[in-house]
């Protein structure tokens, strides 16, 4: 059993940048691909980014070149660093982690958090 928290959430202006963390429980975390997904009100839950468990990191085409995902093994963490924030940004977004499978489907993924709401106002 994996219980994740996220953090870090919160107003910001467009332009800005905010740093996600989640924060994993159990020894194994470091076995487990974790990925970060959002979810604007009335909108399906949607792939945002991902690291797999030996670093290798996947991003959607809408946050390319503006968020970076990374993970502390040591600290059972997984970051995701927002940079150049838009109005269309503003969600609840979500860390998730998994064993295995297609790491950009919210399916594939066994554990959640329950959430942290980002802001962008214009």
Do not use: H
Not at 5 to 11: A, N, Q
Not at 64 to 89: C, E, H, M, W
């Amino acid at each position: 059993q994996v219980q994740l928290v996220e953090s870090g959430g919160g107003l910001v202006q467009a332009g800005g940048s905010l740093r996600l963390s989640c924060a994993a429980s159990g020894r194994t975390f470091s076995t487990y691909n974790m990925g970060w997904f959002r979810q604007a009100p009335g909108k399906e839950r949607e792939f945002v980014a991902a690291i797999d468990w030996i670093g290798g990191t996947y991003y959607a085409d809408s946050v390319k070149g503006r968020f970076i995902v990374s993970r502390a093994n040591a600290k059972n963490t997984v970051y995701l660093q927002l940079n150049s924030l838009k109005p269309d940004d503003t969600c609840v977004f979500y860390c998730a982690a998994t064993k295995g499978g297609d790491i950009r489907k919210p399916g594939t993924y066994d554990y959640w958090g329950q959430g942290t709401r980002v802001t962008v106002s214009s």
